[in-house]
């Protein structure tokens, strides 16, 4: 059974870092590209970041473009989410999903960021 | 950046056809794929490449369109079947998404 289990949210002042995990099991992680998808409360989705599946090509939506680093270790099939100067605009619930050809196949179950004073 | 149009709510009786819609700004091939949310609950994925059905995923659901314009299909709508509905599109980065569709019983 595929399995993706987010970590690492919470509660964080403006300006200040937090960094997202995402523990994969179920498949082999080596093999897939990988995203963060968001979601503000009572938003829609927003994709924020994507990482080929060796590590070598990362690509970042503009809003969090010099903030945000997505990483990956694939020797223990994890997933990260470095979020640097965070802005209360990025409070909202990060999901981490599996990215074949642009698909969104697999998610995890979220977790949250909340960024306040 | 591609914008995907969803209507904001759609009213369904039980049993019930219904079809959701999609509009993107430019064209997008069937780079197209639709997902259901439950309330509380990660997204999951329907359709992918416009027209694919998910493994997994009842055959009331289908998919169709190219280009532009894409529809999602529900036929009959159960209960279970009560939750947003998102199409997202893969053509060029960044991936967007529509800003969803909410199902909802009459």
């Known amino acids: 059974e595929v399995q993706l289990v987010e970590s690492g949210g919470g509660l964080v002042q403006p300006g200040r870092s937090l960094k997202l995990s995402c523990a994969a099991s179920?498949?082999?992680?080596?093999?897939?590209?990988m995203a963060w998808v968001r979601q503000a409360p009572k938003k829609g989705l927003e994709w924020v970041a994507t990482?080929?599946?060796?590590?070598?090509?990362?690509y970042y939506r503009d809003s969090v473009k010099g903030r945000f680093t997505i990483s990956r270790d694939n020797a223990k099939s994890t997933l990260y989410l470095q979020m640097d100067s965070l802005r209360s605009e990025d409070t909202a619930t990060y999901y981490c999903?599996?990215?074949?050809?642009?698909?969104?196949?697999?998610w995890g179950q979220g977790v949250m960021v909340t960024v306040s004073s | 950046d591609t914008v995907l149009t969803q209507s904001p709510a759609l009213a369904v009786s039980l049993g019930q056809r219904v079809t959701i819609s999609c509009r993107a700004s430019?064209?997008?091939?069937?780079?197209m794929h639709w997902y259901q949310q439950k309330s509380g609950q990660q997204p999951k994925l329907l359709i992918y490449?416009?027209?694919n059905l998910e493994s997994g995923v009842p055959s009331r659901f289908s998919g169709s369109g190219s280009g532009t314009d894409f529809t999602l299909t529900i036929d009959p709508v159960e209960a279970d079947d009560i939750a947003n509905y998102y199409c997202?599109?893969?053509?060029?980065?960044?991936?967007?998404f529509g800003a969803g569709t909410k199902l909802e019983l009459k």
């Open positions: 999903a599996t990215h074949p050809f642009g698909v969104l196949g697999y």
């Open positions: 179920g498949f082999t992680f080596s093999d897939y590209n």
């Open positions: 990482i080929i599946y060796d590590g070598s090509r990362t």
């Open positions: 430019k064209s997008v091939s069937t780079y």
């Open positions: 490449s416009a027209s």
């Open positions: 997202q599109q893969s053509n060029e980065l960044p991936d967007t």
